[in-house]
Nanobody, 112 residues
Framework: QVQLVESGGGLVQPGGSLRLSCAAS????????MGWYRQAPGKQREWVAD???????RYADNVKGRFTISRDNAKNTVYLQMNSLNSADTAVYYC??????WGQGTQVTVSS
C-alpha cells in the first residue's frame, strides 16, 4: 500500500505563490491519475486538479490559469504550483492517487 506525504504548505500573502509536493512511498508509474483536493474550514472537500499518467491535466474552474499540476515519476512525486493566491485558496490540501490513496494534508493559509 502506497503512502503519500504532502509538504510545502504555509502562510503566504495575497498574490503570492507556493509549491506543494506529494511524495509517494513507492512508484507512481502505475497510477493512472493523481491529483489534489482541498478543504477549507467549514466546507466540503473540493477537487482542485488531476494529472494522468500520460501527463494530461484538468483543473477546477476557480484555479485554472493560476495553478499548475505536474508529476515526476522518477522522483515518485506530484507537484502543485500555486500562483496569484487569494484568501479563498486557504485550505488544507490533500494529495490523492486514483482517489484511493490519500495523504494527511498540508495547510495553506493566504493572509496579509
Amino acid at each position: 500500500q502506497v503512502q503519500l506525504v504532502e509538504s510545502g504548505g504555509g502562510l503566504v500573502q495575497p498574490g503570492g505563490s507556493l509549491r506543494l509536493s506529494c511524495a509517494a512511498s513507492g512508484s507512481i508509474d502505475s497510477f493512472s491519475i493523481m491529483g489534489w483536493y482541498r478543504q477549507a474550514p467549514g466546507k466540503q472537500r473540493e477537487w482542485v486538479a488531476d494529472i494522468t499518467s500520460g501527463g494530461g491535466t484538468r483543473y477546477a474552474d476557480n484555479v485554472k490559469g493560476r495553478f499548475t499540476i505536474s508529476r515526476d515519476n522518477a522522483k515518485n512525486t506530484v507537484y502543485l504550483q500555486m500562483n496569484s493566491l487569494n484568501s479563498a485558496d486557504t485550505a488544507v490540501y490533500y494529495c490523492h492517487a486514483i482517489r484511493k490513496y490519500w495523504g494527511q494534508g498540508t495547510q495553506v493559509t493566504v493572509s496579509s
